[in-house]
């Protein structure tokens, strides 16, 4: 199985600041990773796929990054309807993994 | 519009049998895979296996012989049934579309998921 690293598990941030979290994949998944946002309660939310596509909807401020085994997610200008958990999945092999998750908290 | 919503049990005995049913509308199970994956409170989410739109299905070694998923394409229906339940299967269980972007295959609709206990 290859498994998704994900850090930092928290992170804290002031309105307006641009924040990264990164996922390492245990072997390269030919940039097949998507990044959700999961709010308290809700089901995760699709906003970045196959590393760099913002899905519809998503804002511009959000972008992603990578190649091989290493990868990055980013929020620029963090407002506070980002403040949620953010999880990397990889879908270049079955079983499809996740990140551990990443909470986004407000400084 | 695509939708997705899972019913099922609020409480489960231990070593019982859970069953979920995943209702879906705005696309075909013939044409869409469906997929469960669960989160366990305050921790990640877990990928638990794959109904394919062909009628197949793939499960997470994780789950051994225990997890069992199946369809009833007439009702837009997926079903998943796990047995010999234990306490940290206490988890919140999603359905998700696994949606095609080229390229790749990706959940792209989730359901809002049946939170389940499991109790001793």
């Known amino acids: 199985d290859i498994q998704m690293t994900q850090s930092p598990p928290s992170l804290s941030a002031s309105l307006g600041d641009k924040v990264t979290i990164t996922c390492q994949a245990s072997?390269?998944?030919?940039?097949?990773i998507a990044w959700y946002q999961q709010k308290p309660g809700k089901a995760p939310r699709l906003l970045i796929r196959?590393?760099?596509t913002l899905e519809s909807g998503t804002p511009s401020r959000f972008s992603g990054s990578g190649s091989g085994r290493d990868y990055s997610f980013s929020i620029s200008n963090v407002e506070s309807e980002d403040i949620a958990s953010y999880y990397c999945?990889?879908?270049?092999?079955?079983?499809?993994?996740f990140g551990a998750g990443t909470k986004l908290e407000l400084k | 519009q695509v939708q997705l919503k899972e019913t099922g049990p609020d409480l489960v005995q231990l070593t019982q049998t859970l069953s979920i049913t995943c209702t879906v509308s705005?696309?075909?199970?013939?044409?869409?895979?469906v997929h469960w994956v669960r989160q366990p409170p305050g921790k990640g989410l877990e990928w638990m296996g794959a109904?394919?739109?062909?009628?197949?299905?793939d499960y997470n070694s994780a789950f051994k012989s225990r997890l069992s998923i199946s369809r009833d394409t007439s009702k837009s229906q997926v079903f998943l049934k796990m047995n010999s339940l234990q306490t940290d299967d206490t988890a919140k269980y999603f359905c998700?579309?696994?949606?095609?972007?080229?390229?790749?295959?990706?959940?792209?609709?989730w359901g809002p998921g049946t939170m389940v206990t499991v109790s001793s």
């Open positions: 998700a579309r696994l949606g095609y972007g080229s390229p790749g295959w990706y959940f792209d609709f």
């Open positions: 109904m394919w739109n062909g009628g197949g299905t």
């Open positions: 072997q390269n998944i030919n940039k097949y």
């Open positions: 999945l990889q879908y270049d092999n079955l079983p499809y993994t």
């Open positions: 705005g696309f075909s199970l013939t044409t869409y895979n």
């Open positions: 196959y590393t760099s």
